[in-house]
């Protein structure tokens, strides 16, 4: 079985569509690459309680939870109390995050910068022989900021510890129709209930009809279930296949 995990962002500027929210299409992709699966992205507001009610629920039913957004000095930055209070417990100014805060600001050092250094109690950090400032960790849930260069700088620092076995990835591109090609993804399903299909149609594409992906964590599996797929093509229907071994870190 594969890890699971859920991406919560917070932030009423997505709700508001004030910033397009990236973060969760990027740690999904580098997730995935990671042999992680991710099984639901929530938004939602800069709201304590709300913070609270889905991070307690999305812990109790995935492996990893990974928060973007609410982390900052201002007064919407929510998130740490929101993650207390999902666990009972309370928000704590450690002493490690303020010496790291002194040492950037020195005598520019003012409360609403301290707030940084209020994480929920019991709080851990990671990266912190990579990172400027480290990953708080509360439990299974991995509190990221929302600024997406420091969101991922942050998540390329610790990555490796996600690390899972790998999906195997096949990507077929035909001229076939979607609406001719479904009766062949549904047989192959049938015949390979544990493959993992995908079928994404392109109206404006001169090349190709349909890209359908294949997944599978088994490479036997996967290849099996592909030659099976490919045999029921027509000769020219098939533009090009693409193959995704695992990665390594």
């Given at each position: 079985?594969?890890?699971?995990?859920a991406?919560?962002?917070i932030?009423n500027?997505?709700?508001?569509?004030k910033?397009v929210?990236?973060?969760?299409?990027?740690?999904?992709k580098?997730l995935?690459h990671?042999?992680v699966?991710v099984?639901e992205?929530?938004?939602?507001?800069d709201?304590v309680d709300?913070?609270a009610?889905?991070?307690?629920?999305f812990?109790?039913r995935?492996?990893?939870?990974?928060?973007?957004?609410?982390?900052?000095?201002?007064?919407?930055?929510?998130?740490m109390?929101g993650i207390a209070?999902?666990f009972?417990?309370?928000?704590?100014?450690?002493?490690?995050l303020?010496?790291?805060l002194?040492?950037?600001?020195k005598?520019d050092?003012n409360?609403?910068?301290?707030?940084?250094?209020q994480?929920p109690?019991?709080?851990v950090f990671?990266?912190?022989?990579?990172?400027?400032?480290?990953?708080?960790v509360?439990?299974?849930?991995?509190?990221?900021?929302?600024?997406?260069?420091?969101?991922?700088?942050?998540?390329e620092?610790?990555k490796s510890?996600f690390?899972?076995s790998?999906?195997?990835?096949?990507?077929v591109?035909v001229k076939?129709?979607?609406?001719?090609?479904?009766n062949?993804?549904?047989?192959?399903?049938?015949?390979?209930?544990e493959?993992?299909?995908?079928?994404y149609?392109?109206?404006?594409?001169?090349?190709?009809h349909?890209?359908v992906?294949?997944?599978?964590?088994?490479?036997?599996y996967?290849?099996?279930?592909f030659?099976a797929?490919?045999?029921t093509?027509?000769?020219?229907a098939?533009?090009?296949v693409?193959?995704?071994?695992?990665?390594s870190f």
């Open positions: 079985m594969s890890k699971q995990a991406i919560l962002i932030g500027e997505i709700l508001s569509g910033t929210d990236t973060n969760s299409a990027y740690l999904s580098e995935r990671l042999g699966e099984r992205i929530r938004v939602i507001p709201e709300q913070i009610l889905v991070t307690r629920d812990s109790d995935f492996d990893y939870v990974f928060t973007s957004g609410g982390v900052g000095p201002t007064h919407d930055d929510v998130t109390e209070r999902a009972d417990t309370k928000v704590i100014r450690h002493p490690a303020v010496e790291i002194r040492s950037w600001y005598n050092l409360e609403a910068r301290l707030k940084m250094a994480v109690d019991g709080s990671q990266g912190l022989d990579k990172l400027s400032f480290p990953l708080v509360v439990k299974n849930v991995y509190i990221f900021p929302g600024i997406p260069e420091i969101l991922r700088e942050k998540f620092a610790v510890s690390k899972d790998p999906y195997f990835l096949k990507t591109y076939t129709p979607e609406g001719i090609l479904a062949h993804l549904n047989d192959l399903i049938r015949q390979y209930p493959l993992l299909v995908g079928s149609p392109e109206m404006n594409n001169p090349l190709y349909v890209k992906t294949v997944e599978s964590k088994d490479s036997r996967l290849e099996e279930a030659q797929f490919m045999k093509l027509p000769e020219d098939v533009v090009k693409e193959s995704s071994p695992a990665e």
